[in-house]
């Protein structure tokens, strides 16, 4: 079976840290460009962060550029998310994707996981 894991959300008070992973199974992410995304109640879905697989260059939303660091583990088949400064507009379901080919772009995300509640509030 062919799926993403997405682990670490919950609630954090603004200005708290939280660590997401995401692990796949069933494929490897080794030549593959890795999203995180995000979908807040009543709002579309909006990209977050990327990382790509040829040179590991990372992509980020201006609203979280400086708080929030994209790594990945090939070894692990894993994707991290830190996430630094929480606000509580970064409240949403993250969810990671997998994209058909080894840079980040704005489409070609074929493999979703089922999300993780993140929640920021005091």
């Known amino acids: 079976q062919l799926q993403f894991v997405e682990s670490g959300g919950g609630l954090v008070q603004p200005g708290g840290s939280l660590r997401l992973s995401c692990a796949a199974s069933?494929?490897?992410?080794?030549?593959?460009?890795i999203g995180w995304f995000r979908q807040a109640p009543g709002k579309e879905r909006e990209g977050v962060s990327c990382?790509?697989?040829?040179?590991?260059?990372?992509d980020y939303v201006d609203s979280v550029k400086g708080r929030f660091t994209i790594s990945r583990d090939n070894a692990k088949n894993t994707v991290y998310l830190q996430m630094n400064s929480l606000k509580p507009e970064d409240t949403a379901v993250y969810y990671c994707a997998a994209r058909f080919g080894p840079r980040c772009g704005s489409g070609g995300y074929d493999y979703w996981g089922q999300g993780t509640q993140v929640t920021v509030s005091s």
């Open positions: 069933g494929f490897s992410i080794h030549y593959r460009a």
């Open positions: 990382i790509s697989s040829a040179d590991l260059t990372t």
